[in-house]
């Protein structure tokens, strides 16, 4: 296993289209992504397996790969991209519901969030194919978390069972299990729909989760008593800053932003001796940027010149075609967690990405790009 000393060597050595490469070839090539197109959770060092293959993040891999084919123009990215959505329409979606795995297993479960993302890579899939399958299935997903996962109460619920769709009983400390703000980032695709469908209702959807989210938001942190739940609740805080990106122009929206930035830099700089996440540092660094460019917050430049230098050291190396490229999950008191990790390896990259354009003046992205 890696360990920090090799990772700081590693740090501003490897220039950001090197990285690029070694992390596009550890999605592609590793076996993470397995023969019927999905892709596992993540793959562990220790046991030197994959989890099982996972909805939510088949749908973070099919955005990350067409974020390679779009920045690299290599076309080997887009065939894999297509394996995941294809997997995604045809295997995972049952034409009622996108369960978390797909398992011969009775009991079965759905998320609200995996659900949008899900989609919202689908839609992001026919925007670059137009293959009707992958808006079809987005918009029934996106119709389908509108009205499967409605409370009485006003909000969504967040787990459901299937094929049943009555809710999981929620758990306040467990932030998956609860109703929260960081539904918000699931709620992006109803944005998206909006726009792709001209269907005023996905548009209403969003607003009104926005709302909800911004009444809440202060309650969200710290939140739990475990210093290493506060750092998994940074990871999904950074979704509902994320969320908002669309308003960022607003000011109550661009208040929320610099107020979120703050509170996750404040916590996730005193959790850090104890546990680190890769992806909360990259949300984190993500967020800054398109904060700056969409004149909600200026840059902090030393803060985010440090977020990607952290970044960079969760990189795994070595021989080992099933690490080599990939992103280390976390760290607990310095040491790496034996986990290369899908989702830590497509926010790190792009966070690099993004800072690398940053630095180099070029011009802002959509938010619609974000992974």
């Not at 090197?18 to 992504?33: D, F, H, K, N, V």
């Not at 220790?46 to 293959?53: E, I, T, W, Y």
Request: glycine share 8%; net charge negative.
């Amino acid at each position: 296993m890696a360990d920090l000393l090799y990772a700081a060597l590693q740090y501003r050595l490897i220039p950001v289209t090197q990285l690029l490469e070694r992390a596009g070839r550890w999605l592609i090539e590793s076996g993470i992504q397995e023969p019927c197109g999905g892709v596992a959770r993540y793959y562990r060092t220790d046991l030197r397996q994959n989890l099982a293959v996972s909805t939510e993040i088949t749908g973070y891999a099919l955005g990350t790969l067409l974020y390679l084919g779009a920045l690299t123009k290599q076309t080997e990215y887009g065939a894999h991209a297509l394996q995941a959505a294809h997997f995604l329409t045809r295997h995972a979606w049952d034409g009622d519901a996108m369960p978390f795995e797909v398992t011969p297993d009775e009991d079965q479960l759905t998320y609200f969030f995996d659900c949008g993302i899900i989609a919202g890579n689908l839609l992001a899939a026919w925007r670059a194919t137009r293959e009707q399958e992958f808006y079809d299935v987005a918009k029934a997903l996106g119709t389908a978390m509108a009205i499967d996962f409605a409370s009485c109460q006003g909000d969504y619920h967040p787990v459901l069972t299937l094929p049943e769709k009555k809710p999981v009983e929620r758990d306040a400390l467990r932030w998956s299990h609860s109703a929260g703000c960081y539904q918000l980032k699931a709620a992006l695709v109803w944005c998206d729909l909006a726009e792709a469908t001209g269907d005023p209702r996905f548009g209403a959807l969003y607003e009104q989760m926005i709302e909800s989210a911004l009444r809440s938001y202060g309650s969200f942190l710290p939140g739990h008593p475990d210093p290493s739940k506060v750092v998994d609740r940074l990871h999904a805080f950074l979704y509902f800053l994320e969320g908002l990106l669309p308003r960022a122009n607003e000011k109550r929206c661009a208040a929320v932003l610099c107020d979120g930035i703050r509170k996750v830099s404040h916590f996730l700089a005193e959790n850090a001796p104890e546990f680190e996440r890769a992806d909360v540092y990259a949300q984190l660094l993500r967020i800054r940027l398109y904060a700056d460019w969409l004149g909600a917050s200026p840059l902090d430049r030393e803060a985010a010149e440090r977020e990607a230098a952290e970044i960079e050291s969760f990189l795994a190396g070595g021989d080992d075609p099933r690490e080599d490229g990939g992103f280390y999950f976390g760290r607990r008191a310095g040491q790496f967690l034996p986990f290369v990790n899908p989702v830590s390896t497509a926010f790190s990259l792009q966070a690099l990405a993004l800072w690398e354009r940053y630095s180099n003046g070029c011009p802002p992205v959509h938010w619609r790009t974000l992974i």
